[in-house]
């Protein structure tokens, strides 16, 4: 039996500018560094889909929206559903776009390629518990498929996008 070759890289799926793929490598970075696992592009229950959804070894899930422009969040007032869904809502963007912006009610990272840093830290809206573990296992399922079809790119999984 041939060996199978490793993917080396996750399939960008087109939908995202260049400016919002590095900021989201970026945001991925330093939330990695905070003890944080990132899955990206995570449909939520109540149909929208969360640009990253960040969750840590205590339950703690954290949504990051992505803004790669003042035009981008001025079309885009989806973010609001959000809450719903995390303990703490957050914006990222690059640094040639204005933080004034944003709401004051929400938190800031600020990033590039290489990594980000918190421009001013999210308020915290508990989670009840039902929604949490709703958003634990949308998460959980969303990361072992994804690994599942690096694994075995030819199979059908249901649920992936």
Not at 11 to 31: F, K, M, N
């Amino acid at each position: 039996m041939p060996p199978i070759a490793k993917p080396t890289l996750v399939p960008i799926d087109g939908r995202q500018s260049e400016t919002a793929l590095a900021v989201a490598r970026g945001t991925a970075r330093l939330l990695h560094a905070h003890g944080f696992s990132v899955v990206s592009e995570l449909p939520l229950p109540s149909g929208r889909r969360a640009d990253l959804v960040a969750l840590d070894s205590a339950g703690t899930i954290w949504i990051v929206e992505i803004k790669s422009s003042v035009a981008d969040f001025r079309a885009d007032q989806k973010w609001r559903d959000y809450r719903a869904h995390c303990d703490r809502l957050f914006f990222a963007t690059s640094q040639e776009v204005p933080c004034e912006i944003f709401p004051p009610d929400t938190g800031l990272i600020v990033a590039d390629h290489f990594g980000a840093e918190f421009h001013c830290e999210a308020p915290e809206h508990r989670l009840a518990a039902a929604t949490r573990k709703s958003m634990m296992l949308l998460f959980a399922r969303a990361a072992a498929l994804r690994l599942q079809s690096l694994i075995d790119p030819a199979g059908t999984y249901e649920g992936l996008d």
